[in-house]
């Protein structure tokens, strides 16, 4: 097998993205991501928004959503809220979408972040602005479970304000790629999943699994369907591939019968 550099690994996989639809952005730091958030939900709320928000009117919905729990921003994420407006108005602004089409879906990657420790991200999949995917990537022949010992060195470290958003995680070293759900606790090697298609082949890689997975349609409906909220132990549940072709046969029964 050839060698392929991390660096490599992931400017293919950014380009892979680009060609389903991700609009690559420049994120350095924490701040630009804020920033960035700031300028993708006004865009994604523009038809309910007849003036632009006002730094208070900013300060109340980062109020809102920052100094969180995980499971909490997940809450947050998929619910509705009513902003009231320096005027006395109300208007009721959202997140994201369930229809893929009506949301802005973007890439960066190498956002450095300073937390307990000087962190630097490999990817970050971004929808209306929000950082909703990591993905941390590792050389061919480096063990995936690496990306996964990393990826709970950053939440300890520096995932924190807006990255409690965070819904999944995905690790790949370019042939081995799963995905898991972020969580308030630490997490488990064995809940980080393989991708398979229909007949249960797994989809193993990185490209093959961004192009289903990773689908802006497909993903959407991981975040919104296949992500289950457990509010008895106030966790991320994310359903694995036999699960979510399960539901969709249901839906798709009870569809055919009514």
């Given amino acids: ?25 420049s994120i350095p730091d924490y701040d630009a991501l804020v920033e960035n958030f700031k ?4 865009a994604f709320n523009a038809a309910k928004l007849d003036s632009p928000l006002t730094p208070k009117e900013w300060e109340r919905v980062l109020n809102i959503m920052l100094g969180k729990s995980v499971f909490q921003s997940a809450k947050i994420l998929r619910d509705k809220f009513v902003l009231e407006r ?20 973007q890439v960066t990657n ?13 990817v970050t ?59 308030d606790r630490d997490m488990l090697h064995s809940l980080a999943f393989f991708w ?14 961004s192009i289903s997975f990773l689908a802006r349609d497909h993903i959407i409906k991981m975040l919104t369907r296949y992500t289950i909220l457990n509010d008895t132990d106030k966790l991320l549940m994310v359903m694995r591939p036999y699960q979510v072709y399960a539901v969709e046969a249901l839906v798709r029964q009870a569809t055919l019968t009514n």
């Fill in 39 to 42: 300028t993708q939900f006004a």
């Fill in 125 to 183: 999949i971004l929808v209306n602005g929000l950082p909703l995917i990591q993905v941390e990537l590792k050389r061919r022949g480096i063990d995936i479970r690496e990306a996964v010992n990393q990826v709970m060195r950053y939440k300890k470290h520096s995932y924190n304000g807006l990255y409690h958003f965070i819904q999944l995680f995905v690790v790949s070293n370019g042939v081995d790629t799963k995905y898991f759900a972020n969580s």
């Fill in 86 to 105: 320096e005027d006395g108005t109300k208007v009721y602004l959202s997140f994201f979408d369930a229809d893929h089409t009506k949301n802005i879906f």
């Fill in 1 to 25: 097998m050839a060698y392929q550099s991390e660096a490599a690994l992931e400017q293919q996989f950014i380009e892979q993205l680009n060609k389903q639809g991700y609009t690559s952005v």
């Fill in 196 to 209: 398979t298609d229909f007949d249960n082949v797994r989809i193993t890689n990185l490209k093959e699994f």
């Fill in 110 to 122: 190498q956002t450095t972040v300073v937390g307990k420790y000087v962190n630097r991200y490999d």
